[in-house]
């Protein structure tokens, strides 16, 4: 026996189910429109220069330019090689389109020819859409550091043609220079590369050992192996007395490395001229640009 309830029950959903039917089938179903903003890809441009500092110009062999963000913004690294634009200059320069706007920052490193990283240097600037923007980026040496310590041992001429006196007199009329030995230079030029070249005047110290000593310390020199010869050059004797000596000692950024040149006499006349006539720096003074002719 049916109850009041289920007979109105199943009533109610048949009318439900034609009303259903009735909507649906009065109306066009379409497919969702997906609204979707249009992006544009908002990017400019810059170009970007860097002056390699005043040392043997002719050793930096690459110069490398990265982009990257220095904002919260993405973006993918960027690489490019720099050009030197004036044969010999020290200005290197490169363009960059399509970065993406934003705080981008503007990494330069300066190699040698023998791949050693020699300078490096950075510069954050803001790139505006449709707009070139212009970079200057220092760029300092870089590396560890070194002492330098010269020492001439006036026992050992004895039995030479200079006599201990004579030693002694070289600090008023001498000159120091020190240079790196570059290992397989691409220009014969380019074997040595000047790091320092003082007037001595009286500034050699002699010991009780009967030591003369002179201590000079480098900063930011590569890191790495390195070879270098000191060259004590008589500047009264007519470029016919010279002393020389070489080490080699490993640089690293952790402490200053000594670097212990025991000064002896140039035998060799063709030697002496040779060092006579080397490219060295002013005295007391920054590196000058050496543009070998190839």
């Not at 049916?2 to 109610?12: D, E, L, N, P």
């Not at 960059?96 to 050693?116: H, L, N, Q």
């Not at 240097?121 to 212009?134: E, K, R, Y």
């Not at 040496?141 to 030693?167: C, E, H, P, Q, Y």
Request: aromatic share 8%; glycine share 6%; hydrophobic share 45%.
């Amino acid at each position: 026996m049916m109850t009041i309830f289920q007979k109105y029950g199943q009533r109610f959903w048949k009318l439900l189910s034609v009303a259903v039917f009735s909507f649906f089938a009065g109306c066009e179903v379409k497919p969702f429109d997906v609204i979707a903003p249009e992006f544009e890809a908002r990017s400019g441009s810059a170009v970007v220069s860097v002056v390699v500092p005043n040392f043997s110009r002719g050793l930096i062999q690459r110069v490398e330019l990265k982009v990257t963000s220095a904002d919260k913004s993405r973006l993918s690294t960027v690489t490019r090689n720099m050009n030197f634009p004036i044969h010999g200059g020290r200005l290197s320069v490169a363009q960059v389109t399509e970065i993406t706007i934003g705080v981008r920052r503007f990494t330069v490193r300066a190699f040698d020819t023998s791949g050693a990283l020699r300078f490096r240097g950075h510069c954050d600037s803001s790139i505006v859409h449709n707009q070139t923007s212009l970079v200057s980026v220092n760029v300092n040496r870089i590396g560890g550091a070194a002492d330098f310590i010269s020492t001439v041992n006036l026992a050992s001429f004895k039995n030479t043609s200079l006599d201990s006196t004579a030693v002694v007199g070289l600090a008023a009329t001498s000159v120091l220079d020190v240079l790196e030995i570059v290992p397989d230079p691409i220009h014969p030029s380019l074997g040595l590369l000047p790091i320092f070249s003082v007037r001595l005047g009286d500034r050699f110290n002699e010991d009780l050992n009967g030591l003369l000593t002179r201590r000079v310390t480098v900063q930011q020199i590569p890191i790495g192996t390195r070879q270098f010869v000191a060259h004590l050059k008589d500047l009264a004797s007519n470029q016919t007395t010279a002393l020389a000596d070489t080490v080699t000692v490993f640089i690293d950024t952790t402490r200053t490395v000594d670097a212990v040149f025991s000064l002896e006499p140039v035998g060799d006349p063709s030697v002496v001229r040779e060092i006579f006539t080397q490219e060295t720096l002013p005295r007391d003074s920054s590196v000058v640009v050496v543009t070998p002719v190839f």
